[in-house]
């Protein structure tokens, strides 16, 4: 079954930029018809959608997000990666990137997810 792994920095300062790589297994990223996102978990709220990949490479995001997400991909290591610009602290988290097949809901596979927290 497809397995992802995210990895970066657990710690960022106010008005940096969160950067966020998921490491997929087992299924390639440009293959039909997954999709690939990322999602985020606030301590004491639910989880909510930022934005996700299609296997052909087109982008989509939270429109709430929109303006500070940018969502990439390295084919060639089979990743996709997260920066979320001008952090604060309300942008701590747990990040988890998760897969799904034709749409960007009804997760199939999750990571298990990396603490961020945005502190000084």
């Known amino acids: 079954q497809v397995q992802l792994q995210e990895s970066g920095p657990g710690l960022v300062k106010p008005s940096q930029t969160l950067s966020l790589t998921c490491t997929v297994s087992v299924a390639s990223i440009t293959a039909k018809p997954y999709y690939w996102n990322w999602l985020r978990q606030p301590p004491g709220k639910g989880l909510e959608w930022m934005g996700g990949?299609?296997?052909?490479?087109?982008?989509y995001y939270n429109p709430s997000l929109k303006s500070r997400t940018t969502i990439s991909r390295d084919t060639s290591k089979n990743q996709f990666t997260l920066q979320l610009s001008s952090v604060v602290p309300e942008d701590t988290a747990v990040y988890y990137c998760a897969s799904s097949l034709g749409s960007f809901s009804d997760y199939d596979h999750r990571g298990q997810g990396t603490q961020v927290t945005v502190s000084s």
């Open positions: 990949i299609t296997f052909s490479g087109t982008t």
